[in-house]
């Protein structure tokens, strides 16, 4: 038993000693040396030199051109009687929006046609001399009158009864009875005018019979305008934005009818501080944006410069005008402008991604750059940005490289993998 046990002993020492040759093999000789660790990877892309405009940055608001945002009133008071527009559609200068009831306008303006008429004869009459013929003449002028006075009378009637059917206002039964007993002074003048002439002509009596013409002329004339006046015209061409009024609707020429609005082109109203305003100038090129990173991309010019400070916001206005013909930019809208004031050429420029906020101080940065495959904390100061790109105005030289991925978080020294991004 103690020969076999002997013999049991060696043969477990043995195979304990083959197991930690093993593991010592193992555990040395493959163990992998400095150059198998594995190592953070890295990419670096090398410093751009580039010529970059230098912005600066304005907000501001979309507001119209000076009449290019209208609100067509009527010339005359009114019944509505059409509109021939919709919201949304555009109109051309002269292109008729809406009309309002001429029936009243036009009998006034044949009353007043008839007036001159008279009025002319009596001052044919005066200015011919009193003759056989001319006392025939005078007598028609009586007739005449008193035709005008019954057109006047007319008038009247019909106006009242359009009055109390609500359709005329009640500043049409005056201007109707106003021109009724403007009838019936005629008529009485004509009636002078016959006496007169039997008595001869004077030239008191051309003078006077030449002013009434002149006067009764111009009243027609009036009167003309004011049934034309009837049709509402477009002043510009723009887009319906607002229908104001309805058909049946009675007007006076405060009230309007439609809004007309021409955003092509618009202007964008901002201010500039002012540390700011010795870089802007008129004829500046500007890049228009919308709030919160919207992108339009549209191209305007610095248009006015202010002379004078605005305490409200504390800076100078500054308009820009915009072409806008695809009417991207509304009234009011809220936008970003970038004014290019200037260029840095030979800028040294890097990557956005390359940039680290500092965590302890304000508006400071830093980078890492690679030498010898060691990382290496830089900090930099910035400057103008381009797209993608940074300017990097100290810190690094033409021939930095500077970590664009894997370098976050990385402690400064730390040994690295590079890979470097063409």
């Known amino acids: 038993m103690g020969e076999k046990w002997r013999f049991q002993i060696k043969i477990a020492g043995a195979v304990i000693i083959v197991l930690l040759a093993i593991w010592v093999i193992v555990h040395f000789w493959f163990r992998p040396g400095p150059t198998q660790l594995t190592l953070p990877q890295v990419t670096v892309q090398a410093v751009e030199t580039k010529t970059i405009p230098v912005t600066e940055t304005v907000w501001g608001s979309v507001i119209a051109l000076p009449n290019h945002d209208v609100q067509l009133m009527p010339l005359v008071s009114g019944k509505v009687l059409n509109i021939f527009v919709h919201k949304g559609e555009w109109v051309d200068p002269g292109q008729v929006i809406a009309e309002l009831d001429p029936r009243i306008l036009a009998a006034q303006s044949q009353q007043a046609k008839g ?36 057109v006047a009378k007319d008038t009247l009637t019909r106006t009242q009864n359009l009055y109390a059917e609500k359709i005329a206002p009640r500043k049409a039964v005056e201007a109707a009875e106003a021109q009724f007993k403007t009838a019936e002074a005629q008529l009485n003048t004509a009636k002078q005018q016959l006496q007169l002439a039997k008595l001869g002509p004077r030239v008191e009596d051309r003078n006077i019979a030449l002013s009434q013409y002149d006067q009764a002329r111009a009243a027609y004339q009036q009167s003309q305008l004011q049934l034309m ?28 009818v439609v809004r007309i609005i021409n955003l092509s082109p618009v202007q964008v109203k901002g201010s500039i501080q002012a540390n700011q305003i010795g870089n802007v100038k008129v004829g500046q090129p500007v890049v ?133 991004q063409r």
Not at 346 to 372: D, G, M, Q, R, S
């Open 115 to 150: 007036a001159m008429a008279a009025a002319q004869w009596t001052y044919q009459k005066a200015h011919n001399g009193s003759r056989p013929q001319e006392i025939k003449q005078a007598q028609d002028n009586v007739a005449q009158s008193q035709a005008s006075l019954q």
């Open 229 to 256: 006046y009837t049709q509402l015209k477009a002043p510009i061409a723009g887009r319906v934005d607002e229908i104001l009024a309805s058909i049946g609707e009675i007007l006076d020429t405060t009230k309007p």
């Open 288 to 420: 228009i944006d919308g709030p919160e990173g919207s992108h339009f991309g549209l191209n305007g010019t610095v248009q006015y410069i202010g002379s004078a400070l605005d305490p409200t916001v504390n800076g100078f206005p500054v308009f820009i005008e915009v072409p806008n013909k695809a009417e991207k930019l509304k009234i009011g809208m809220l936008v970003q402008c970038t004014i290019t004031s200037g260029y840095h050429p030979h800028a040294l420029v890097i990557p956005k991604a390359a940039l680290i906020p500092e965590p302890e101080t304000a508006h400071a940065f830093y980078v890492y750059t690679v030498l010898n495959n060691v990382i290496k904390k830089q900090p930099v100061s910035v400057g103008e940005e381009l797209d993608n790109l940074v300017e990097v105005t100290s810190g690094l030289n033409p021939q930095s490289e500077v970590v664009v991925n894997g370098g976050y978080g990385l402690a400064d020294g730390t040994q690295v993998q590079v890979k470097v």
